[in-house]
């Protein structure tokens, strides 16, 4: 069979990066008009493996709105589980935290399997005459002048667009490259990430259990297709410890998955391979440069102590689409000067707010000791009786705090 022929071509936007965000900056890019091109590493035949491998995450209701707004939603109904209440607990001791919207007011989230979200993101992008999708391919070589990104591919192609958007994730070798300093530094712990059916049924409700060497947290999904309940956990500890308990046998890990459950949800039983992810912090000094900007954990890494990661990647993505609109309106190109400070301006301070929260939160409930944590339940315990603070807390669950760009609320630009 002869190589592939180059197939040069240029678009709005070209997108290095074809995960989770980058293929949701290319659809909400379409849905307004705009082209764009995805060079990807990856193959899409690995990256959609048929079986569930435990990895979920959260949609937030803001975030749920803006698939709605650029058609995603079709791809997804029927395969999310509702999340209607967050119950937060310091080592499972008395003074929790109940976080539950009035009946009418919709879900918190929506739990997706990291499989499902995948499928549907490529089949709407293969569905969408304004993508296109590059992938597997290697880059050869990427240049940006004043005018344009332009990526030069392994088999020659050339490919070109005003803005080189980078949603490479967090080793990004493009930010690298760009000379965008990083603030880095790791938490010493890992997360260990699986699934487990269970014998009572989670009620739509999320956990959030923390102790001194981590936070626990359980995830509601939909039931299996036999009926069993199900969820995800998230179960953060030290990295020193963590391989040893990767290496138990399911006996073993079963015990102490239930030990810092304390009975919630009944007997339990592994239905997906564990995995064991570093967690680190990272936040970039800036998110743009000549033709270019940073969109989701390219810009920014946080710990997911409050499972904000992917949903403040599309709060990137929804306010990068909103500039890059206006701009066209006014007849700018997606990589204007203007338009790529009005972006660093605008998600800049919400990245590093958001960063700077869970940091805290992460530092402060991860203090040892019985006074360290009295005084953590006795601020629960304060928030639970304060309706403002349980409000302001649930909108930011719902990533629907701050200056929201109008995806977020569910309509176009």
């Not at 002869?2 to 709005?12: F, G, H, V």
């Not at 699934?195 to 259990?209: D, G």
């Not at 963590?242 to 890990?253: I, Q, S, T």
Request: glycine fraction near 10%; aromatic fraction near 8%.
């Amino acid at each position: 069979m002869p190589p592939a022929q180059p197939r040069n071509a240029s678009a709005d936007v070209l997108i290095s990066g074809g995960g989770l965000v980058g293929q949701t900056l290319a659809l909400a890019l379409a849905a307004h008009g705009l082209s764009s091109i995805i060079i990807d590493p990856a193959d899409p035949v690995t990256t959609i493996a048929p079986e569930f491998d435990g990895r979920a995450s959260a949609i937030a209701s803001a975030s749920w709105k803006m698939f709605e707004a650029i058609g995603l939603d079709r791809y997804l109904e029927g395969h999310g589980c509702g999340i209607e209440r967050i119950w937060v607990s310091d080592g499972l001791k008395p003074g929790e935290l109940d976080f539950a919207p009035a009946p009418d007011d919709g879900y918190l989230g929506l739990m997706f399997e990291n499989r499902r979200l995948r499928l549907a993101l490529a089949e709407a992008v293969r569905a969408s005459p304004l993508v296109d999708w590059r992938a597997p391919v290697i880059t050869a070589g990427i240049e940006r002048d004043a005018h344009r990104a332009t990526a030069t591919l392994a088999d020659g192609s050339i490919l070109s667009a005003p803005l080189l958007a980078v949603c490479e994730g967090r080793k990004s070798a493009t930010r690298d490259a760009a000379g965008i300093p990083m603030a880095h530094w790791t938490y010493q712990h890992g997360a260990m990430i699986g699934a487990f059916a269970h014998a009572e049924s989670h009620e739509n409700v999320a956990y959030e259990i923390f102790y001194p060497e981590g936070p626990f947290a359980i995830l509601p999904l939909n039931d299996l297709p036999d009926g069993r309940h199900r969820s995800a956990f998230v179960w953060s500890t030290h990295e020193r410890d963590a391989p040893a308990f990767l290496k138990l046998g399911a006996r073993g890990y079963k015990a102490e998955l239930m030990k810092r459950m304390g009975g919630i949800l009944g007997d339990i039983e592994e239905i997906a391979p564990r995995a064991l992810y570093p967690l680190a912090f990272q936040h970039s000094a800036r998110i743009t440069d000549r033709r270019l900007a940073l969109v989701g954990d390219s810009a920014h890494g946080i710990h997911p102590i409050a499972g904000q990661g992917f949903n403040l990647g599309l709060r990137d993505v929804a306010s990068l689409v909103e500039v890059i609109v206006d701009g066209a309106r006014l007849g700018l190109d997606a990589g204007d000067a203007q338009l790529l400070e009005r972006y660093q301006r605008w998600r800049g301070l919400d990245n590093l707010s958001v960063a700077v929260a869970t940091d805290a939160l992460t530092r402060l409930f991860g203090i040892p000791g019985t006074a360290a944590s009295a005084v953590r339940r006795f601020g629960l315990a304060g928030v639970q009786r304060s309706g403002l603070l349980k409000s302001f807390f649930m909108a930011e669950a719902r990533g629907e705090s701050g200056d929201l760009p109008r995806l977020l609320a569910g309509t176009t630009v």
